[in-house]
């Protein structure tokens, strides 16, 4: 059998296997509430949050579909033009066209130009946030994250390009086997090693002072099986007004952490039903089962990127000679930024499912479906959230069930 053929068989074992997975682990069962249900919710959702929450919504709307769009286009004109081939050449000439230069120095003049089209979008809705006071950050610190965001960038990006075109350079019929390993590995390295080293990057932890509280939610941890070792408060009011807590690091390290936000705007009641809610995803394992579809995915998504290398037509039009070559970059890019909004919606359909059922967690864990429900309400004013966006955005970008689902779900 030929490489490519091999990459055939690989690929249906692959979407064999995620769709298993996906079908058995996924919680599918979990309630979901009726029109009956949502209808009746919506009615305890004050009036003022919900127009302020559309409000915000609709603002927030052309910088959404702005960044989406060039989000979408710029790569396709890079990938379906020679437009990116000459770019990568043309930055390689000092380097005498070597293939790792063209692969680094191409990757990152190429990033910044996704970077640079993206910024106005950016930049938009970092005024409409702070208009709504929900961004605390000056352009200076708003500056200063997205520095530090495209240095983290840079880094990882290099490492992915530079080990891609290592692999397409060293082994041009094979690499989608050894990329495919290596593409399952960096999902599986970027969900769990990559969170506790960057978190300190962009916050401060402190550990939440001795008190009822910690007491309390140290004891909730423990009952639900799965012991702390720390309850941390992050300083996330240096950049938002934005509610949010969650457990991270694996068996002896975890630990909650709470926004500093949330200690100040919410009571106890309220700070146990999201930890609970946290809880909830740690102990379904959640993130793992994230990982493992992340992983299947995206090693089946280099092998079909081998695959889609063989159409020649394809390459002629991007003016390159292999898919593996540096000078195709542009190309690649357009796959991925095709592949990522026709998966999106699947993978925001997972996530509502797995929120629904960590929320199922916390009402059980708590035992107090009225506090859970208090707490809906108030992330839904304090996040000036659409506590029930238009169904079309919903199933495109919705990473959770909406306020009135989940106020549903609770009753
Ligand atoms: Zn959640």
Redesign the pocket.
Known sequence: MTPTWWAVVALVALGIVLTVAAVTLVPWRVHSPTRAERAAALADVPAGVVTRGRALHAALRPSSYGSLLVGLVVPLLLGLTPAGARIVVWVGQPFGGHWLAQALVGGLVIMMMLWLVALPFGAWRHTVLRDYGLSTQDWGGWAADLFKGSAVGAVIGAVVLGGFYTLTHLAPDWWWAFGAVGAAAVVVLLSFVFPVLVEPVFNTFTPMPAGPLRDELRTMAARDGMPVRDVLVADASRRTTGLNAYVSGLGRTRRIVVYDTLLREAPPGEVRSVVA??LG?TKDRDAELAALLGAIGAAAAVVALYLLGQWGALLRRAGVNSIGSPTAMGLVLAAVAVAGLVSGPAQNLVSRR??AR?DRHAVRLTGDSAEFAAMQLRLAEVNITDVHPPRIEYLLFAT?PDTVERLAAAR
Request: aromatic share 0%.
């Open positions: 809610h946290e995803h797995v929120e960590a959770h």
